[in-house]
Nanobody, 124 residues
Framework: QVQLAESGGGLVQAGGSLRLSCAPSGYTICISTMAWYRQAPGKERELVAS??????RNYADSVKGRFTVRKDNAKNLYLDMNDLKPQDTAVYFC???????????????????WGQGTRVTVSS
């Protein structure tokens, strides 16, 4: 019922900044908590930052103080990344939890949604 499309990845030097964007489409009323995940080469996928419908935010310790997650009224999701480090190099994924109410239109059978990812490379 929902599609997520990430953009904004690229190649930057250490200490630089990037802004990632995630644009949902479809029945966005069926989205609750949203998050950014990342997966670096040879590592497991990890949670970077999340934001609830009430704007409660959580960050991984490795990005706290450098990254900011935000959303707008249309549920576009953003990740403002500052002071980037080589260890931030990864594919970044947008994720959204599904909520089954209001029904209709929200399906009782969906679980969550994932984008296809956008690659961030930070050079030293």
């Amino acid at each position: 019922q929902v599609q997520l499309a990430e953009s904004g990845g690229g190649l930057v030097q250490a200490g630089g900044s990037l802004r990632l964007s995630c644009a949902p489409s479809g029945y966005t009323i069926c989205i609750s908590t949203m998050a950014w995940y990342r997966q670096a080469p040879g590592k497991e996928r990890e949670l970077v930052a999340s934001i609830t419908p009430g704007d409660d935010r959580n960050y991984a310790d490795s990005v706290k103080g450098r990254f900011t997650v935000r959303k707008d009224n249309a549920k576009n999701l953003y990740l403002d990344m500052n002071d980037l480090k080589p260890q931030d190099t990864a594919v970044y994924f947008c994720q959204a939890d599904h909520r089954p109410v209001p029904n209709p239109p929200c399906s009782p059978y969906e679980t969550d949604y994932w984008g296809q990812g956008t690659r961030v490379t930070v050079s030293s």
